[in-house]
């Protein structure tokens, strides 16, 4: 009776095993500045193919952290805004810090591009 019900979950367990997720992350960290100053607000892209992008917040000194795929992507930033303080909804909108050349924005313009190995330990900087 014992061998019959570890037999009958055979089959689950190789069919729990077959559908398992073969994809693996890597963290991948970096920085990303602009004429040599970080740019301390705002997003990284990155484009798998012409899958969704990953995106990794930007931290003060420019530096982010991102769980991606193994692959080539293409690379755009995405810059910040710093609202002043006491700012509030309805007050205009101040200009970023930072005002990047159009290709930096662009998935179809972009000149970044990174390869991300499957045992990637080395950062990832962007010095545009």
């Known amino acids: 009776m014992y061998l019959c019900r570890v037999l009958a979950g055979i089959p689950l367990l190789v069919f729990a095993l077959g559908c398992a997720d073969g994809s693996s992350t890597q963290t991948v960290t970096g920085s990303v500045s602009y ?4 740019i301390n607000s705002g997003a990284i892209a990155f484009y798998p193919g012409e899958s969704r992008p990953i995106q990794a917040k930007l931290n003060p000194g420019g530096g982010y952290s991102a ?3 193994p692959g080539d992507y293409k690379v755009t930033v995405i810059v910040g805004i710093d609202l002043p303080e006491g700012w509030k ?4 909108t101040p200009p970023p810090a930072v005002r ?3 290709q930096f924005t662009s998935r179809l313009r972009t000149p970044l ?5 499957p045992d990637q330990s080395e950062p990832i900087d962007f010095k545009l």
């Open 113 to 117: 591009t990174a390869t991300v190995a």
């Open 67 to 69: 769980e991606l795929p």
């Open 89 to 92: 909804e309805g007050d205009p």
């Open 100 to 102: 990047l050349p159009p």
């Open 35 to 38: 004429q040599d100053q970080p």
